[in-house]
């Protein structure tokens, strides 16, 4: 079993930073494609940013030059550094990751979420 644990959500004013972590545990070979993810109530989950076992990233357009997504590969964890946070950036943040594992493909698993919340 695959465990995601979020943490470093919370109530920023607006244009301040945060930093998410999300660190995975359990039984695993490796990952490969990690990413974060947001939602709002009665909106669909929105792929933020995500990044690959080379590192490359891809990025929403809403976030980009605002947001980098990293990850350590020794921690099995990947970050999500949020500057210049909007009003609109509140939602409920989920951690994804790509579990190699017994499987024939890679596996999804998701974190619990971690809520962030910017003021204006």
């Known amino acids: 079993q695959v465990q995601l644990v979020e943490s470093g959500g919370g109530l920023v004013q607006a244009g301040g930073s945060l930093t998410l972590s999300c660190a995975a545990s359990?039984?695993?070979?490796?990952?490969?494609?990690m990413g974060w993810y947001r939602q709002t109530p009665g909106k669909q989950r929105e792929l933020v940013a995500a990044?690959?076992?080379?590192?490359?990233?891809n990025y929403a357009d809403s976030v980009k030059g605002r947001f980098t997504i990293s990850r350590d590969n020794t921690k099995n964890t990947v970050y999500l550094q949020m500057n210049s946070l909007k009003p609109e950036d509140t939602a409920v943040y989920y951690c994804?990751?790509?579990?190699?594992?017994?499987?024939?493909?890679?596996?999804?698993?998701w974190g619990q979420g971690t809520q962030v919340t910017v003021s204006s």
């Open positions: 359990g039984s695993m070979f490796s990952i490969a494609g």
């Open positions: 994804n990751a790509d579990i190699i594992s017994g499987r024939p493909y890679p596996y999804p698993y």
């Open positions: 990044i690959t076992r080379g590192a490359s990233t």
